[in-house]
């Protein structure tokens, strides 16, 4: 007689399995809580959904009761979508049916993620391969809680602004926004508004007539319109000009567009979702973007963090675009050495997602043996660490070996970065309280955009200490003078020695050099 199913935790996801011999594969599941490892094996099948009978169940209110089954058959495993009402999604594509997976090949089960762990065998870098979730990773805090509020907006109306530096996947967001959303079914239209002169922008949004202007041979509908029952991604909304702006704020007005050339409106059915890496409302205090359109934009702001404030997504990253790099350039390289993984690990990652992503295939393209090593690396991310042109990544390097070294030597270690950090949220903590959390007036106080001002909010400790200030000195001003007051202390305790103040301070000598100069204390 068969036992009855019993519920098991695993790292955080409920999970109904039988106890059977080694598995074959594992399922690598991204979900709300985490990220999970489920073993799948030879002629058994598992079913992810949100309740009982199913055996995988993550919390999220987008999946139906019984969403898709996974099973292995002699090798090979398989996905069937179940009727589920929001999807079971590939490659951006819904799947009818049910078919073969590759390893590292993401599946999207409203805000989950399950792909194949591939057996990587004697590797010099452990850990499973994770999946893919558009083109970023569900690992971190951050990353989870924005998920978390993408499950909960999507199947929303609400327009959505999307925030976060180059490259960080804000346009990933938006595709998640769009496949679970009830407009899944329908078309996704994008626009670069930075990418088209001003001449071109409204026509490419709203279409035109023939003959509209030179060069308008035919009739053309644009974005909205070929958009009609689905969602328009705006990309770098901020470089909209202003006559665009106005024509943009009409149609989220009135649900209407009107072709460039025609006197003609047109009804369109559309969401519309917004990314910017600018400071929105910072141009609208200037003058440069349009306070009403900002507000129609802004329903929910979502904020993607970036690359170097999410490091434990940056391995599982790399796995995802390794596996992404081979199939594209055929290619059979199993991932980083682990020296070559440090030092990806190390830096810091100004062009975020993207350009890991980059340099990634650079490396699987390049690399002579089985795994890529540091010298499969562009000089960006590998350059040598006693280069006088020391990359980003050394430098974040030698300020690790620079504080070791100087609580070895008995030194205090001030750590310029992180004291700065604390000032900073020191003064804001200091004006909320000062003007009854009211962060307009306290923005007002210090001297920053009340975006900039939210935005730091977001990012900081729920507690700490406040910072005595008197309003009417610009925020950075007085960071600034805190600042030079740690580097006077620094270069006091070190009797004017650059080289023992940097290590003091954990910053390299040469930014430090840099300081004096900047302030005459050289």
Not at 91 to 98: N, T
Not at 264 to 278: C, N, Q
Not at 283 to 310: E, I, K, Q
Not at 422 to 441: K, P, Y
Request: aromatic content about 4%.
């Amino acid at each position: 007689m068969a036992s009855e199913p019993r519920d098991t935790i695993v790292e955080g996801l409920t999970y109904d399995g039988e106890p059977l011999a080694t598995p074959s594969v594992n399922l690598v599941v991204a979900h709300r809580d985490g990220l999970s490892t489920v073993p799948l094996h030879e002629g058994h099948g598992l079913v992810v959904g949100r309740e009982p009978p199913a055996h995988i169940r993550p919390r999220s209110r987008r999946l139906s009761r019984r969403h898709a089954r996974f099973v292995l058959e002699e090798g090979a495993v398989y996905v069937e979508d179940l009727g589920s009402t929001n999807g079971t999604w590939i490659a951006g594509r819904r799947l009818h049916g049910r078919m073969a997976l590759a390893p590292g090949v993401e599946v999207r089960l409203g805000s989950v993620s399950i792909s194949v762990g591939e057996d990587r065998g004697e590797e010099p870098v452990g850990g499973a391969a994770r999946p893919e979730v558009g083109a970023t990773v569900v690992v971190s805090p951050g990353m989870v809680r924005l998920y978390d509020t993408i499950d909960r907006v999507a199947s929303s109306q609400l327009s959505v602004l999307i925030c976060g530096e180059t490259g960080t996947g804000k346009e990933v967001v938006a595709r998640a926004i769009h496949e679970g959303s009830p407009r899944a079914g329908g078309p996704m239209r994008s626009i670069n508004c930075g990418a088209l002169p001003g001449t071109l922008i409204e026509s490419t949004l709203f279409g035109h007539e023939r003959g509209a202007f030179t060069g308008a041979d035919q009739r053309r509908s644009g974005v909205f319109e070929e958009a009609h029952g689905g969602t328009v991604l705006l990309d770098e909304v901020g470089e909209l000009s202003g006559p665009a702006q106005a024509a943009l704020l009409r149609v989220l007005e009135t649900r209407k567009v009107q072709r460039v050339g025609s006197t003609e409106e047109i009804p369109v059915d559309v969401r519309v979702l917004a990314a910017t890496h600018r400071d929105l409302q910072a141009m609208c205090d200037a003058g440069s973007f349009r306070v009403d359109l900002m507000y129609r934009l802004n329903s929910v702001t979502l904020d993607v963090p970036p690359l170097r404030h999410r490091t434990e997504e940056i391995e599982p990253l790399i796995d995802v675009f390794v596996a992404q790099a081979n199939a594209a350039n055929g290619r059979s390289v199993r991932g980083p050495t682990g020296p070559a993984l440090e030092r990806l690990r190390h830096y810091p990652w100004p062009g975020n997602v993207r350009e890991l992503r980059n340099v990634v295939e650079r490396a699987v393209v390049v690399a002579t043996g089985p795994w890529f090593g540091i010298e499969d690396l562009p000089s960006s991310v590998g350059g040598d660490e006693d280069s006088q042109d020391a990359t980003p990544a050394m430098a974040h390097r030698h300020t690790e070996i620079e504080s070791v070294e100087a609580v070895r030597r008995g030194l205090q270690v001030l750590d310029l970065k992180q004291r700065v950090q604390d000032f900073e949220e020191g003064v804001i903590r200091a004006a909320l309280a000062r003007a009854g959390q009211n962060q307009t007036r306290a923005a007002e106080l210090i001297g920053i955009p009340r975006r900039t001002l939210v935005y730091r909010i977001r990012a900081m400790e729920s507690e700490g200490p406040l910072v005595s200030f008197e309003p009417g000195v610009p925020f950075r001003t007085r960071v600034e003078a805190f600042e030079r007051r740690l580097v006077e202390e620094a270069m006091a305790r070190a009797g004017g020695d650059v080289a023992t103040a940097a290590q003091m301070l954990s910053v390299q000598k040469r930014t430090l050099q840099s300081r004096l100069r900047r302030w005459s204390m050289a």
